[in-house]
C-alpha cells in the first residue's frame, strides 16, 4: 500500500510540474514622463505647501503597490536614477529636514494604475537637496525604483 501511495504521489507530483504555467518574471514600470506627472528631476516644493505626487505604473500580469520615500540629501549621496544632474546647494548638517515615507496598495488585478497623493510638506523644515523616491512592486514580487533629485524652498 505504500508503494502504491509513493507512486501516486510521484505520478500527482510530475502532473502539476508539466502544466503550462506562466511565471512573471518581468519588472513593473514607472512613467513619470507623461504631462501632469509630478515630481519629476529637479523639481522644487515649497515649504508651507502641499503637493500631488502623480506617476503612473503597469505591469504586464498585476500591480501590487508602491511607496513614496522623501529624504534630505544635504551630503550629496545618491540614488538617483536619472541622467540630468542638478544644481546642488553646498553640503550641510541637517537640522529639522523633511522625511516622508509611505506605502500604498494598488487594488487588485490591475495592469496598470496612475497615483495621486497629497503630499504636505512643513512649513519649518530645512530648506536644500532633497531625494524623491519613488518604488513599485508587483504581485510577483519585482520591483522598479525611481530617484529623482529635488530641492525645498
Known amino acids: 500500500m505504500k508503494r502504491i501511495l509513493s507512486v501516486l504521489v510521484l505520478v500527482s507530483t510530475v502532473l502539476s510540474c508539466s502544466k503550462d504555467t506562466a511565471t512573471d518574471t518581468e519588472y513593473p514600470e514607472i512613467d513619470a514622463a507623461f504631462a501632469d506627472a509630478f515630481p519629476v528631476q529637479c523639481s522644487t516644493l515649497q515649504r508651507g505647501e502641499t503637493f500631488v505626487f502623480k506617476a503612473r505604473f503597469s505591469d504586464n500580469v498585476a500591480l501590487g503597490s508602491f511607496s513614496l520615500d522623501v529624504h534630505q540629501n544635504f551630503d550629496h549621496h545618491s540614488?538617483?536614477?536619472?541622467?540630468?544632474?542638478?544644481?546642488?546647494?553646498?553640503v550641510k548638517a541637517p537640522k529639522d529636514p523633511f522625511v516622508y515615507i509611505q506605502s500604498f496598495d494598488i487594488p487588485d488585478g490591475?495592469?496598470?494604475?496612475?497615483?495621486?497623493?497629497?503630499?504636505?510638506?512643513?512649513?519649518?523644515?530645512?530648506?536644500?537637496?532633497?531625494?524623491?523616491m519613488i518604488r513599485v512592486t508587483d504581485r510577483a514580487g519585482w520591483q522598479t525604483m525611481k530617484g529623482l533629485s529635488i530641492k525645498i524652498h
Do not use: N, W
Not at 540614488?79 to 553646498?90: G, I, N, Q, R, Y
Not at 495621486?116 to 532633497?130: A, R
Open 110 to 132: 490591475l495592469t496598470s494604475y496612475e497615483a495621486t497623493v497629497e503630499i504636505p510638506v512643513p512649513e519649518g523644515v530645512d530648506s536644500g537637496d532633497y531625494h524623491f
Open 79 to 90: 540614488h538617483s536614477t536619472e541622467v540630468e544632474e542638478c544644481d546642488m546647494d553646498p
